[in-house]
């Protein structure tokens, strides 16, 4: 073969071989066609809660706590992002009832085994039972809920799931059970206080590793009244985020809060989900989704701080 006949054989090879980046050293698929049709891959599945009931009476009460759950934020900003399923389950074999924690009456129990799988059947990233057979609640990765407390507490256990503790200050007989030491949480935080501290600057430096939300304390924000450790109450507007003494082992151990004033995690009534504990939200329902999820922006909303 002449060398002008090798020549054009290399450039047919060329034009008719995949594209080949000789610096990235790998293969390139060609660019489709003119007038070829790509469709653009499906959208990743919505978040989804499956609420297990079972009564009748608890399926009435999950279709409440998802109205709820739909007009509070962040919850409410997630717009197709986000599902509910309530499946009535055979109240037997969920076998809820109560006084089943020697160490605080108000913790209930559910079979949480058979709920998983219900939850699994149903394709939950989150399953949550509903009972009106138990009186309290529990967190856990399963969540229980009773129909005989307040609605807000059925999301204030599912907030919990997600690693939030309580914000009130538990009994003597809880905080001997529960607080030998206390659990971690994203916002409570507990750790020994000094007698005194110099400064503010000084409050921060030492203790703001062990403050899971101190990136959102504005610098102008005290986090010691006087000497001592721990934003005074009342002095800022509500919401603002700080050092406010509380939490579910306050009585035994230096604990804080992030604010002053009622939230879902510190009153059984209250349906305010603070910034910090909304972006916890968002952070893990996205993290188990496996896909991030973008909030709907909204011109107001008489509900978030």
């Not at 009564?55 to 007009?71: H, R």
């Not at 399963?142 to 200050?169: F, N, Q, R």
């Not at 009244?225 to 082992?249: N, R, V």
Request: proline share 8%.
């Amino acid at each position: 073969m002449s060398g002008r006949a090798t020549l054009l054989g290399l450039a047919l090879l060329a034009l008719t071989s995949p594209q080949h980046d000789v610096h990235a050293d790998e293969y390139h698929t060609p660019a489709p066609a003119p007038g070829v049709f790509i469709p653009p891959p499906p959208p990743p599945a919505a978040y989804k809660f499956v609420i297990v009931a079972d009564t009748d009476e608890a399926a009435a009460t999950a279709g409440q706590m998802v109205a709820l759950m739909k007009s509070l934020p962040p919850f409410d900003q997630m717009g197709n992002q986000l599902a509910f399923e309530i499946v009535r389950a055979d109240t037997a074999k969920l076998n809820c009832r109560s006084d089943c924690d020697a160490n605080s009456a108000r913790l209930i129990c559910c079979d949480r085994d058979f709920a998983a799988v219900i939850g699994a059947q149903h394709g939950a990233h989150r399953t949550i039972v509903v009972t009106s057979n138990a009186n309290g609640g529990s967190g856990g990765t399963i969540p229980l809920a009773s129909t005989k407390y307040p609605l807000p507490t059925t999301v204030h256990e599912i907030l919990h799931s997600y690693g939030m503790g309580d914000e009130y200050e538990y009994s003597e007989k809880e905080t001997k059970a529960f607080c030998s030491p206390a659990d971690s949480y994203s916002n409570i935080a507990c750790f020994d206080a000094k007698a005194s501290y110099e400064n503010d600057g000084m409050a921060r430096s030492q203790h703001h590793g062990a403050i899971p939300w101190y990136g959102a304390i504005a610098p102008f924000t005290l986090i010691t009244t006087g000497s001592q450790l721990g934003t005074a109450p009342k002095i800022y507007p509500d919401g603002t985020p700080a050092l406010f003494h509380g939490g579910g082992c306050s009585k035994r151990l230096d604990c804080w809060r992030p604010y002053d004033g009622a939230n879902i995690m510190s009153n059984a009534k209250s349906t305010f989900i603070p910034l910090i504990h909304q972006d916890i939200i968002v952070r893990k329902m996205s993290a188990e989704r496996g896909h991030t999820i973008h909030l709907i922006k909204r011109e107001s909303c008489a509900t978030c701080k």
